[in-house]
T-cell receptor
Framework: GAVVSQHPSWVICKSGTSVKIECRSLDFQATTMFWYRQFPKQSLMLMATSNEGSKATYEQGVEKDKFLINHASLTLSTLTVTSAHPEDSSFYIC???????????????FGPGTRLLVL | GQQLNQSPQSMFIQEGEDVSMNCTSSSIFNTWLWYKQDPGEGPVLLIALYKAGELTSNGRLTAQFGITRKDSFLNISASIPSDVGIYFCAGQSDSGGSNYKLTFGKGTLLTVNP
């Protein structure tokens, strides 16, 4: 149990276009989903936290108008990279937890990641 | 923000050897977790620690939550080739309101020579 999927697994796009990445919890209801970005040989950096039905909470330095997050249901969250540029190329990973707000001790289950390459 | 210092950055060992890696922080965490990430994949949870001083095992893996709540270590005994990957520590803390976010260490790249 506790499987999280992401789609697509990889995407190549032209600079200036927008890209949508989906994160789904397949066998549980995810009250909270998290979006991370990981550059090559770097650690995971939290971008934002989203609770179902609420606006996402963004980490300092992450542009909310550029990285649009929608968590419309308990099993789906989407991240849209608007007007993507080469510096947005990265590995984007989502995670999901059952508890509200990623409660203390609540396990985060990670998706397999989406590799984005912006040309 | 909070930072985790994870060491070593990389390790090259022979199959059968034991491995130890650790994380330290200047601030307290409520929960410590250890993840393994294979290339091109998301992290997979190995061990979660919830109490200061807690020592937990998962097969050949053993991890401890430091008494000061500012550190944790992970040991892998009798390493095998499939242990290859990047190991991340992560601390969970209160980010305000009801959100508890994870802060990740920089990772330890483990290579096991058969």
């Amino acid at each position: 149990g506790a499987v999280v999927s992401q789609h697509p697994s990889w995407v190549i796009c032209k600079s200036g276009t927008s890209v949508k990445i989906e994160c789904r919890s397949l066998d549980f209801q995810a009250t909270t989903m998290f979006w991370y970005r990981q550059f090559p040989k770097q650690s995971l950096m939290l971008m934002a936290t989203s609770n179902e039905g609420s606006k996402a909470t963004y980490e300092q330095g992450v542009e909310k108008d550029k990285f649009l997050i929608n968590h419309a249901s308990l099993t789906l969250s989407t991240l849209t990279v608007t007007s993507a540029h080469p510096e947005d190329s990265s590995f984007y990973i989502c995670s999901a937890s059952r508890g509200l707000g990623g409660a203390l001790g609540e396990t985060q289950y990670f998706g397999p990641g989406t590799r984005l390459l912006v040309l | 923000g909070q930072q985790l210092n994870q060491s070593p950055q990389s390790m090259f060992i022979q199959e059968g050897e034991d491995v130890s890696m650790n994380c330290t922080s200047s601030s307290i965490f409520n929960t410590w977790l250890w993840y393994k990430q294979d290339p091109g994949e998301g992290p997979v949870l190995l061990i979660a620690l919830y109490k200061a001083g807690e020592l937990t095992s998962n097969g050949r893996l053993t991890a401890q939550f430091g008494i000061t709540r500012k550190d944790s270590f992970l040991n892998i005994s009798a390493s095998i080739p499939s242990d290859v990957g990047i190991y991340f520590c992560a601390g969970q803390s209160d980010s305000g309101g009801s959100n508890y976010k994870l802060t990740f260490g920089k990772g330890t790249l483990l290579t096991v020579n058969p």
